[in-house]
């Protein structure tokens, strides 16, 4: 069975961190994702999907994200159900991220390389915050310097 959902879009509202009763970090947020295609008015329409995600991940999007942030994030889909106040069940769907990268820097008049990393997934060595960049800002090597480069037609892939 595979269950992976692979989304690109911007939030809708700051995300909403709290703490179980034991103390695990879970954070919640929208993400407004495009559709592909355009209305009969020529409007492009977006669907707003609901994301949770935990722990390290959960508090390094709350402390770095805001309304707004371009994040591309990848998990698995889960729906559940409760009963409301009136009695009525209601039925959910979610996005469990297990990755959210940071498409941009937090300031957008910043350039990305002064923002430290924005890769905080679940099992590799970003999500702690340590052991990569150690918080330093990254150099950009696509950086206009505003210097020509010198490169020969040999070296060109095409």
Same mark, same amino acid.
């Given at each position: 069975m595979l269950n992976r959902v692979v989304l690109i879009g911007? /939030? =809708?509202? $700051? %995300? #909403? /961190?709290?703490? =179980?009763?034991? +103390?695990v970090a879970v954070a919640q947020f929208t993400l407004a994702v495009n559709r592909r295609f355009t209305n009969q008015q020529g409007e492009r329409e977006a669907d707003f999907i609901n994301i949770v995600t935990w722990r390290n991940l959960a508090e390094n999007c709350a402390n770095y994200l805001k309304k707004g942030s371009l994040v591309g994030l990848e998990g698995r889909l889960q729906t559940g159900k409760y009963e409301n106040q009136e009695g009525r069940t209601v039925y959910t769907t979610d996005v469990v991220a297990d990755d959210v990268r940071f498409l941009e820097s937090r300031n957008r008049s #910043?350039? %990305? &390389? $002064? !923002?430290? &990393? +924005?890769? !905080? *997934? *679940? *099992?590799?060595?970003? *999500?702690? +915050? =340590?052991?990569?960049n150690q918080g330093k800002p990254m150099d950009d090597p696509f950086a206009d310097d505003g210097k020509p480069i010198d490169i020969s037609d040999d070296d060109l892939p095409f």
């Open positions: 911007r /939030l =809708t509202r $700051d %995300p #909403e /961190l709290r703490y =179980t009763a034991s +103390g #910043e350039s %990305p &390389s $002064d !923002f430290r &990393s +924005g890769s !905080f *997934g *679940g *099992g590799n060595n970003y *999500g702690s +915050g =340590t052991g990569y």
